[in-house]
């Protein structure tokens, strides 16, 4: 009995067509990219001959694509959705990642994902989707690997993506409306403002600020790099980074950093294989840390913990380079020796505030950066640019092949070839032609392996070469031909045995696991509510995406706990009692802990909204 392979995806983020090209050549399995409108990242929009092209780039690698359609739909948007929808299925894609089941009604011929905003934490939950007929769940990034494996055992058949790199969503996601609290931008419908990032004050009943002017709610970004092999057996199928915002240099650097990374662990298990094709090469070696990140974090992977946080500043400070130990004139001395160098970016926190500048001259451990002010000695030194990895990576020369042999045979008046790449996919060529005994047979058959050897532009890479029937003599130009044409029907054969799976196909029987919708379940249109009854739900309050207001109403639920963070967990000795409350400006939120389910939640009391 054969053992089928178990197929383990890497999946990129994709701005645009560039980036989605340069997430397949560095090795992605798959990217995920927005059509023109209905996608969580509203700065990440794509036409459909983008997307178009962007698929036919991919499939050459067996790889697919996936069309973000992840905000929430009003009524009268169905139909426009259901258009777009339909012209994207037309270009190719593979599947729709999807927040608003008004999808699962409209007949689309595509597999639907359930995106990450669905709030995918639950055995409950992802069992449902498996039953109810979508093809891959996207779970929440606060789940912990024990989590993950009590999913895959109540879900079993249904591919689960799980987040490996990049920004964090402190709210479960779905269930933030802290930016709609703010301003007429909602993160369900794609134009997030990210409060979270904001500077807060903690202060409580009595109307004392304990904490002043810190970004209590802005998480680390996520890296798990040394967590793969455990994903793997938890049973997660795809490994996704975040970053449909971030610039090519972070996308190329991440995802060669992953490929390699996945590659060894499928290497170790018999039962796995990478679900697409082909062999990236790069001139650089990949180091995350020199991308954008706020901090490494591995989040609550192992459990809830505290020190996830970054209360100094939201923005990226990059890899940490050393300590001041004196200041000279316009020169610092630091405590390491470094690999800094003029042009790289430095910051360090002043005054409790982010501070930045560019280096001018480095000799050993004497650096002088182009403004001295704020550091002091002490300072920690962060590099949140580094200009020669930067330029490593962006003028490297970045390639995925695919392995193919070439079997050349001679007959009279002609010459007969045959390619066959790694899939075993083959294509024949038959050429009619004069030929001779050759003068010298061991130079021409040099001649013939050089020529048919050289790929150009194809994405191929020749390997082996066989030749039949013994040397004939043949102008090189008929070789050259010959190959040309043999590679182009080898690249038309691959996509004619492209297929994309099953589409979406609702199972009636499916029961949603709550009887009664919240409105902060969502739920904003027709469709989507007919959805849910079908399944079950008898009790629906109108999303609050529709509310004119968010007054009096719980804008977030996070597995992060600021009196986690601070110390100051209930469940533990603590020294500050009673209600606590967020501030920025004229907006309030009462802070409230289910130290049950270990979990804070924000309601918006603020007066500007009564």
């Given at each position: 009995m054969v053992c089928k392979m178990r197929k383990i995806e890497l999946l990129a983020p994709a701005r645009d067509l560039a980036s989605a090209?340069?997430?397949?050549?560095?090795?992605?399995?798959?990217?995920?990219?927005?059509?023109?409108?209905?996608?969580?990242?509203?700065?990440?929009?794509?036409?459909?001959?983008?997307?178009?092209?962007?698929?036919?780039?991919?499939?050459?690698?067996?790889?697919r694509l996936y069309a973000t359609l992840n905000t929430?739909?009003?009524?009268?948007?169905?139909?426009?959705?259901?258009?777009?929808?339909?012209?994207?299925?037309?270009?190719?894609?593979?599947?729709?990642?999807?927040?608003?089941?008004?999808?699962?009604?409209?007949?689309?011929?595509?597999?639907?994902?359930?995106?990450?905003?669905?709030?995918?934490?639950?055995?409950?939950?992802?069992?449902?989707?498996?039953?109810?007929?979508?093809a891959r769940a996207i779970l929440e990034r606060s789940l912990s690997l024990a989590e993950i494996r009590r999913i895959r055992a109540a879900a079993p058949h249904i591919e689960l993506e799980a987040f490996i790199h990049g920004a964090i969503c402190v709210a479960q996601s779905g269930r933030c409306f802290l930016s709609r609290s703010m301003s007429s931008r909602s993160g369900n419908r794609g134009e997030?403002?990210?409060?979270?990032?904001?500077?807060?004050?903690?202060?409580?009943?009595?109307?004392?600020?304990?904490?002043?002017?810190?970004?209590?709610?802005?998480?680390?970004?996520?890296?798990?790099?040394?967590?793969?092999?455990?994903?793997?057996?938890?049973?997660?199928?795809?490994?996704?980074?975040?970053?449909?915002l971030k610039d090519r240099t972070y996308l190329r650097n991440t995802v060669s950093h992953y490929r390699r990374l996945l590659d060894?662990?499928?290497?170790?298990?018999?039962?796995?294989?990478?679900?697409?094709?082909?062999?990236?090469?790069?001139?650089?070696?990949?180091?995350?840390?020199?991308?954008?990140?706020?901090?490494?974090?591995?989040?609550?992977f192992d459990g809830k913990r505290a020190g996830v946080a970054s209360f100094d500043t939201p923005k990226a400070m990059g890899e940490r380079i050393g300590r001041v130990c004196r200041v000279a004139g316009?020169?610092?001395?630091?405590?390491?020796?470094?690999?800094?160098?003029?042009?790289?970016?430095?910051?360090?926190?002043?005054?409790?505030?982010?501070?930045?500048?560019?280096?001018?001259?480095?000799?050993?451990?004497?650096?002088?950066?182009?403004?001295?002010?704020?550091?002091?000695?002490?300072?920690?030194?962060?590099?949140?640019?580094?200009?020669?990895?930067?330029?490593?990576?962006?003028?490297?020369?970045?390639?995925?092949?695919?392995?193919?042999?070439?079997?050349?045979?001679?007959?009279?008046?002609?010459?007969k070839a045959t390619a066959t790449d790694e899939q075993g996919i083959t294509a024949h060529v038959r050429t009619e032609c004069a030929t001779a005994e050759p003068l010298n047979a061991a130079k021409m058959e040099q001649t013939i392996r050089a020529s048919v050897i050289k790929s150009g532009d194809t994405p191929f890479e020749i390997g082996h070469?066989?030749?039949?029937?013994?040397?004939?003599?043949?102008?090189?130009?008929?070789?050259?031909?010959?190959?040309?044409?043999?590679?182009?029907?080898?690249?038309?054969?691959?996509?004619?045995?492209?297929?994309?799976?099953?589409?979406?196909?609702?199972?009636?029987?499916?029961?949603?696991?709550?009887?009664?919708?919240?409105?902060?379940?969502?739920?904003?249109?027709?469709l989507a509510r007919e959805f849910y009854a079908s399944h079950g739900v008898t009790t629906m309050a109108e999303g609050l995406d529709l509310h004119a207001s968010t007054a009096g109403e719980r804008v977030m639920v996070s597995d992060y706990c600021i009196?986690?963070?601070?110390?100051?967990?209930?469940?533990?000795?603590?020294?500050?009692?009673?209600?606590?409350f967020l501030e920025h400006g004229r907006k309030r939120y009462a802070l409230s802990f289910d130290c049950k389910a270990c979990r804070m939640s924000l309601t918006d009391i603020s007066e500007t909204n009564r």
């Open positions: 090209k340069d997430a397949i050549d560095c090795g992605a399995d798959a990217v995920y990219m927005g059509g023109a409108r209905f996608g969580a990242r509203y700065a990440a929009a794509n036409t459909t001959e983008e997307i178009a092209e962007a698929v036919e780039y991919a499939h050459i690698y067996g790889a929430l739909l009003f009524d009268n948007e169905l139909d426009e959705a259901r258009a777009l929808a339909e012209q994207l299925a037309k270009a190719g894609v593979d599947a729709f990642i999807v927040q608003d089941m008004a999808y699962c009604r409209m007949g689309l011929p595509v597999e639907l994902h359930a995106s990450t905003q669905t709030n995918c934490a639950s055995p409950e939950k992802a069992a449902f989707f498996e039953q109810v007929g979508f997030c403002s990210q409060p979270c990032r904001l500077a807060y004050d903690l202060t409580d009943a009595d109307g004392n600020t304990l904490i002043k002017g810190k970004h209590l709610l802005s998480v680390r970004d996520l890296d798990l790099s040394a967590r793969l092999g455990e994903m793997i057996d938890a049973g997660v199928t795809s490994f996704k980074i975040e970053g449909r060894v662990e499928i290497e170790r298990r018999d039962d796995y294989e990478r679900s697409s094709y082909g062999r990236s090469t790069t001139e650089f070696t990949p180091a995350p840390a020199k991308s954008f990140t706020r901090g490494a974090s591995e989040y609550f316009n020169r610092i001395i630091l405590d390491c020796d470094t690999d800094l160098a003029t042009g790289d970016g430095i910051c360090f926190i002043a005054g409790g505030e982010l501070v930045g500048t560019n280096i001018n001259a480095v000799e050993g451990h004497t650096v002088t950066p182009n403004n001295i002010a704020g550091l002091v000695r002490g300072t920690e030194i962060y590099r949140n640019y580094n200009r020669l990895f930067a330029l490593s990576v962006e003028r490297s020369r970045i390639r995925r092949t695919i392995a193919a042999d070439i079997e050349i045979e001679f007959f009279d008046g002609g010459i070469t066989e030749i039949k029937g013994g040397i004939r003599f043949v102008p090189s130009s008929a070789i050259t031909a010959l190959r040309r044409l043999l590679l182009e029907r080898l690249s038309a054969e691959r996509s004619t045995q492209y297929r994309r799976n099953d589409a979406f196909c609702e199972n009636a029987d499916a029961e949603y696991p709550d009887k009664a919708l919240s409105p902060q379940d969502n739920v904003t249109n027709r009196r986690r963070e601070i110390g100051q967990c209930l469940l533990r000795p603590h020294s500050t009692k009673g209600a606590l």
